[in-house]
């Protein structure tokens, strides 16, 4: 077997690509649910139902892909500049925790915020940002410094991180009125995001999702900066020859993608549950690795391929209830789409010759 | 002070440093012979996971403790025959396509498992291996016969690398792909070997947690191990003798830690012990990093042909 560039990769090739890892995935998976003794057909569409089949459903599904959205975009700057960010699940935890922590700075002893909410707000959003993007310093310091390797510091990273949560959970910022249970203290109500439907979950975080969204499009595209990310990506030692300061766009990138994660963690507290606790992501950090690549590192796929995911695990949440087939599937599905969209569009640049 | 030296006189502190180690040891050989050979294998976390509920299944359907290692061998030899699919047939990223393997295998191990027992309360048990007492040897007699396979492995696989024909073609395949090709030697099958026989190694290091360690298989119980194996590398600079040594001193501070948290009696919080593994690994890598050898053609995938 051999495999042979293509001159042109045809827009049909691409197209039946993407169509042929979504059929891949759905027979794969039929499989598991048959497995499971359960009819394909309603497992299907009772995901599909749970996903996307009434009000309801589409905004419980736009509330899981607000934080998804932010640590797909996280990984996607990061992995443009070949800098593997791991560790978002460390650093949604770490912004959580610096919104309440300023929620905290920022009340009086009568536990009421001291500061106008127009200037309180901001200052919380800015916390878990600056802790998000704190917490990715430090492997990429360590990187461009001892020329460590990102990958497994930043991994490494989330079990410090939780850890640290977990002691703060337990000492200064407790909830008083909790009992036994890890909890954070609340966040002040006036921090709180508004809600953007009547009886529905999903919040301003969303928006201020996807507008980041389409200013990282526009940054990694069209500006210097943005040319800069994609030289190092694309071969630092060229990128460094043509006088682009790899270290330095490494630390903006790690500043940024840090940042990002970060904001998914103020996201979830303000917007979902306010205050902490250490099962308040499932695995949103590793799933926006997934999503990054589903999307092809492009910021504004990182939207839809968020909403896919969202959609799988709200979908088989509600599956799982009507049919008796474990929630995991949304995982598998999720897994098995990301293989199979990693060789479709591999398969449309390259040739593969039998011989 | 004189509790730190009463815990190293204390031979079931050394007990279970060397429990601790065997999973490391079997993962970091593991992940070793992927590196040596030139690919990254992020996907020991999950390969860990399935093994371990491979292991435990096939165990508690009725099988022996052996079968149990070897199904869980040959599951870990499946995913590394899919990750080598993708990452040496294909040049698809090797840190992406890793991850990948990791959630499938986590996922599809979490599914069956949840499948097969809906609604337990507490995992099922199995009769796991007992501790080698008719062995002369102090230390190693309070452990399982996978211990004494780990430790058997490492001079095994050290002999295999340094001075067999197929270790240094090995060894090549991982610095300069193109002489090896030149050499008549198949790159790509080799590489494939390697990644194979590494993961069914990841494999027996989730199964040692079922078969030996526990009982009975349970969420989040491989815990990051595996990412650990990944540094433990590194820090042995991709060599089995100090892969040894790097997870017998890991598996040190993480049952020093143990024994400290039981004995500081809540003078500092718990969750410092607990980080304190984590910390050195970090600490272990900026020290190594200075003098890191990788394999030069680490993560670069091989295009026949291509320069």
Not at chain 1, 104 to 127: K, R
Not at chain 1, 141 to 159: A, G, I, Q, S
Request: glycine letters at 10%; one cysteine or more.
């Amino acid at each position: 077997m051999r495999l042979e560039v293509r001159a042109n990769p045809s827009a049909m090739a691409t197209l039946l690509a993407g169509v042929g890892a979504v059929v891949f995935t759905l027979l794969v998976c039929a499989l598991l649910i048959l497995w499971a003794n359960a009819n394909v057909f309603a497992a299907y569409g009772a995901i599909f139902q749970g996903a996307l089949g009434s009000q309801f459903a589409i905004t419980e599904t736009l509330t899981r892909a607000t934080p998804l959205m932010l640590t797909g975009l996280a990984a996607a700057v990061a992995f443009r500049a070949r800098l593997y960010n791991i560790g978002a699940e460390g650093q949604l935890y770490f912004g959580a925790m610096a919104a309440v922590a300023a929620s905290v700075a920022m009340s009086n002893e009568a536990g009421e915020l001291a500061l106008p909410t127009f200037i309180a707000m901001p200052l919380m959003i800015a916390a878990g940002a600056v802790a998000g993007a704190a917490l990715l310093l430090i492997p990429t310091l360590l990187k461009t410094r001892f020329k460590v390797d990102e990958v497994v510091t930043t991994l490494l990273l989330n079990f410090i991180a939780l850890l640290f949560v977990s002691m703060l959970l337990d000492g200064p910022m407790k909830d008083p009125t909790a009992m036994g249970w890890p909890q954070s203290r609340a966040l002040l109500p006036e921090l709180e995001f508004a809600k953007l439907v009547e009886r529905g979950r999903v919040h301003v975080g969303l928006l201020i999702a996807i507008a980041l969204a389409i200013v990282l499009w526009i940054v990694i595209g069209f500006t210097r900066f943005g040319l800069s990310i994609r030289a190092v990506g694309a071969n630092a030692k060229a990128a460094e020859f043509a006088g682009i300061s790899v270290n330095a766009t490494l630390i903006k990138v790690a500043l940024l993608s840090g940042a990002l994660a970060g904001l998914a963690g103020v996201g979830e507290v303000a917007g979902r549950t306010s205050y902490v606790t250490l099962d308040m992501s499932p695995g949103y950090g590793f799933s926006g690795i997934v999503i990054a690549m589903l999307a092809a590192l492009n910021p504004l796929g990182v939207v839809f391929a968020s909403v896919f995911v969202g959609g799988a695990i709200v979908g088989a949440d509600a599956m799982s209830r009507a049919v008796n087939v474990p929630t995991y599937i949304a995982d598998v599905i999720v897994a098995t789409a990301l293989i199979a969209v990693l060789v479709a569009s591999l398969l449309t640049k390259y040739r593969v010759r039998w011989k | 002070m004189t509790d730190f030296i009463a815990m190293l006189a204390d031979a079931d502190f050394w007990v279970a440093v060397l429990r601790i180690a065997t999973p490391l040891i079997f993962g970091t050989l593991g992940v070793l012979l992927c590196e040596r050979a030139g690919v990254l294998n992020l996907g020991i976390e999950g390969i860990m996971v399935f093994g371990a509920f491979a292991g435990w299944l096939t165990v508690y359907a009725g099988a022996g403790l052996w079968v149990g290692v070897l199904a869980a061998a040959l599951a870990g030899a499946a995913f590394g025959a899919l990750h080598s699919l993708l990452v040496v047939r294909l040049p698809l990223s090797q840190h992406v396509a890793g991850l990948g393997i990791t959630l499938l295998a986590t996922s599809l191990a979490y599914y069956a498992y949840r499948l097969g027992f809906p609604k337990v309360d507490s995992p099922p048990k199995i009769e796991a291996f007992q501790a080698m007492n008719w062995l002369p040897v102090p230390i190693l007699a309070e452990q399982t016969p996978l211990t004494l396979l780990a430790l058997v492995l490492v001079p095994l696989i050290a002999y295999v690398l340094y001075r067999t024909p197929i270790g240094l073609a090995l060894r090549a395949v991982g610095e300069n792909p193109h002489a090896v090709e030149s050499q008549g030697i198949d790159v790509i099958r080799l590489r494939t070997g390697a990644v194979i026989a590494g993961s069914a190694l990841m494999g027996v290091a989730g199964a040692f947690l079922t078969l030996a360690a526990f009982n009975s298989f349970f969420f989040n119980m491989v815990n990051g191990r595996g990412w650990i194996c990944v540094a433990l590398v590194v820090f042995a600079s991709w060599r089995p003798g100090k892969a040894l040594l790097g997870a017998l001193l890991f598996a040190f501070f993480d049952a020093a830690q143990l024994r400290l948290q039981q004995s500081g009696g809540g003078a500092l919080p718990y969750q410092l012990y607990l980080m304190l593994p984590y910390l050195l690994s970090i600490v272990a890598l900026v020290i190594a990093a200075r003098k890191a050898a990788y394999p030069q053609a680490l993560m670069q995938p091989y295009v026949k042909g291509a320069r």
